[in-house]
């Protein structure tokens, strides 16, 4: 029999057609249609300037985009030969690791919902709460962050951010502890995922698959371990690693690499260096319009001293943390609000960098840059050809292998099991029809 499953169908997260040759409750043979959700993504990138593919970027996998963020700006600045300040590599490790956890309580908690335990799907979205309200505290968003910028971040962390996330770590780790209580020695659950979705390392390597995927079969490939970015390597943590490759073992991953997250947040909350939290003690905190009419009419004396009064939005990206959260390039970063208000060179900086065919302009040349996303390396090849636009974008998304062998793995199990396979896979549709 010839059964459709999908596109629009419960059970498939995002538009994705399974087509299902069955005998009785067995899969004798499938194929995968995907497309249906084709976002040209690259193509996009190829028309807008650097800086206005960010918001592309977090369309990608849109559960965790801040790592998508990370990665496009990373790969731009390897192109322009960028060092960002080390505070903001930590906080874009920070803000990585908390994107992460989110996609994995996300992926786990949909996944046994989908299998029965609607209890576990309920603590999981309880528990990224918290942690997308850290996030929105941050980067002003819950979910399209637009965090990054080619050479650093938007702005830095709140003052009071260390504390409430460290209160969010220790009660997202205990919700880890309450969901292996209910469903990790479980019969059904377990019955469930054991030995079903089996894919083996020669399968998952040929298909070029990485993340909880393919360390689920043993293969102990991490991004952050095999080639370290940001701060990764002054950081210590473990990779798990599965054994039988099963959706069982993906579960376990899934969850351990939760707990390995926030081990480096709070590892990368220690070690971070200091960031101002006080205006210069000289100085004043002053509206915008009067900063800028004392600018025009060249009442200057100690105005560079004084600090703007910007919306909430604008937040972190005053004077004072300008250089601990940017690269000290004027070309690649607009200047801080205060001088942008109070003089005519930095105003005119200001124009270079957002003006259209200016702006950010590596030189030519092509990069690969890749990152450790949620299911797996996310990588972006920038082809420039000097102008303030790329010549080329090409994505490597983590999903797009995983479901390229995705019809090898679903043959041999029953019409149920596909539906906790494909809960394992992760797949984010916004990321594989980029």
């Given at each position: 029999?010839?059964?459709?499953?999908?596109?629009?169908?419960?059970?498939?997260?995002?538009?994705?057609?399974?087509?299902?040759?069955?005998?009785?409750?067995?899969?004798?043979?499938?194929?995968?249609?995907?497309?249906?959700?084709?976002?040209?993504?690259?193509?996009?990138?190829?028309?807008?300037?650097?800086?206005?593919?960010?918001?592309?970027?977090?369309?990608?996998?849109?559960?965790?985009?801040?790592?998508?963020?990370?990665?496009?700006?990373?790969?731009?600045?390897?192109?322009?030969?960028?060092?960002?300040?080390?505070?903001?590599?930590?906080?874009?490790?920070?803000?990585?690791?908390?994107?992460?956890?989110?996609?994995?309580?996300?992926?786990?908690?949909?996944?046994?919902?989908?299998?029965?335990?609607?209890?576990?799907?309920?603590?999981?979205?309880?528990?990224?709460?918290?942690?997308?309200?850290?996030?929105?505290?941050?980067?002003?968003?819950?979910?399209?962050?637009?965090?990054?910028?080619?050479?650093?971040?938007?702005?830095?962390?709140?003052?009071?951010?260390?504390?409430?996330?460290?209160?969010?770590?220790?009660?997202?780790?205990?919700?880890?502890?309450?969901?292996?209580?209910?469903?990790?020695?479980?019969?059904?659950?377990?019955?469930?995922?054991?030995?079903?979705?089996?894919?083996?390392?020669?399968?998952?390597?040929?298909?070029?698959?990485?993340?909880?995927?393919?360390?689920?079969?043993?293969?102990?490939?991490?991004?952050?371990?095999?080639?370290?970015?940001?701060?990764?390597?002054?950081?210590?943590?473990?990779?798990?690693?599965?054994?039988?490759?099963?959706?069982?073992?993906?579960?376990?991953?899934?969850?351990?690499?939760?707990?390995?997250?926030?081990?480096?947040?709070?590892?990368?909350?220690?070690?971070?260096?200091?960031g101002p939290t006080n205006v210069d003690?000289?100085?004043?905190?002053?509206?915008?319009?009067?900063?800028?009419?004392?600018?025009?009419?060249?009442?200057?004396?100690?105005?560079?001293?004084?600090?703007?009064?910007?919306?909430?939005?604008?937040?972190?990206?005053?004077?004072?943390?300008?250089?601990?959260?940017?690269?000290?390039?004027?070309?690649?970063?607009?200047?801080?609000?205060?001088?942008?208000?109070?003089n005519i060179e930095a105003l005119m900086?200001?124009?270079?960098?957002?003006?259209?065919?200016?702006?950010?302009?590596?030189?030519?040349?092509?990069?690969?840059?890749?990152?450790?996303?949620?299911?797996?390396?996310?990588?972006?090849?920038?082809?420039?050809?000097?102008?303030?636009?790329?010549?080329?974008?090409?994505?490597?998304?983590?999903?797009?292998?995983?479901?390229?062998?995705?019809?090898?793995?679903?043959?041999?199990?029953?019409?149920?099991?596909?539906?906790?396979?494909?809960?394992?896979?992760?797949?984010?549709?916004?990321?594989?029809?980029?």
């Amino acid at each position: 029999m010839l059964l459709n499953m999908g596109p629009s169908h419960p059970a498939m997260h995002g538009v994705i057609r399974i087509k299902v040759i069955a005998d009785g409750e067995m899969v004798k043979d499938c194929d995968i249609d995907i497309g249906f959700l084709h976002r040209g993504f690259e193509k996009h990138c190829e028309t807008g300037t650097y800086t206005q593919c960010f918001p592309y970027t977090d369309r990608l996998n849109y559960v965790s985009p801040l790592i998508n963020n990370f990665g496009f700006a990373m790969t731009v600045e390897k192109l322009m030969g960028l060092k960002v300040p080390e505070r903001c590599e930590y906080i874009r490790v920070i803000m990585s690791e908390l994107s992460r956890i989110s996609d994995h309580l996300t992926c786990v908690g949909a996944s046994a919902m989908e299998l029965g335990a609607f209890t576990v799907f309920l603590y999981m979205i309880k528990a990224r709460e918290w942690i997308w309200e850290l996030v929105e505290e941050v980067t002003g968003a819950r979910l399209t962050t637009s965090y990054a910028r080619v050479g650093g971040v938007k702005g830095d962390l709140p003052s009071d951010f260390d504390g409430k996330c460290r209160s969010v770590l220790k009660q997202t780790a205990e919700v880890l502890d309450e969901i292996d209580t209910l469903v990790k020695r479980n019969r059904i659950f377990y019955d469930r995922l054991r030995d079903v979705g089996i894919v083996s390392k020669e399968l998952a390597a040929s298909y070029g698959m990485t993340g909880p995927f393919l360390r689920s079969t043993g293969v102990e490939y991490d991004v952050r371990k095999a080639t370290p970015y940001h701060v990764y390597d002054r950081i210590d943590f473990d990779i798990p690693v599965g054994r039988r490759g099963d959706n069982y073992d993906r579960y376990l991953v899934r969850m351990e690499e939760m707990r390995q997250s926030i081990r480096i947040v709070e590892q990368a909350l220690d070690q971070i260096p200091e960031g101002p939290t006080n205006v210069d003690a000289e100085g004043k905190i002053i509206p915008p319009n009067v900063m800028a009419d004392l600018g025009k009419f060249g009442k200057t004396a100690g105005l560079l001293k004084n600090e703007v009064l910007i919306e909430p939005t604008l937040e972190g990206t005053q004077k004072r943390f300008h250089d601990r959260v940017r690269a000290d390039s004027k070309e690649a970063w607009i200047p801080p609000k205060e001088q942008v208000y109070s003089n005519i060179e930095a105003l005119m900086n200001h124009f270079k960098i957002i003006m259209l065919g200016h702006g950010v302009r590596p030189p030519k040349g092509e990069a690969y840059g890749a990152v450790e996303g949620g299911n797996g390396e996310l990588g972006f090849y920038i082809v420039s050809d000097g102008t303030d636009r790329a010549w080329r974008v090409r994505c490597r998304p983590p999903c797009f292998p995983i479901m390229g062998g995705l019809h090898e793995i679903l043959v041999g199990d029953q019409i149920a099991d596909i539906i906790a396979t494909f809960g394992s896979v992760n797949m984010i549709a916004g990321e594989l029809d980029r």
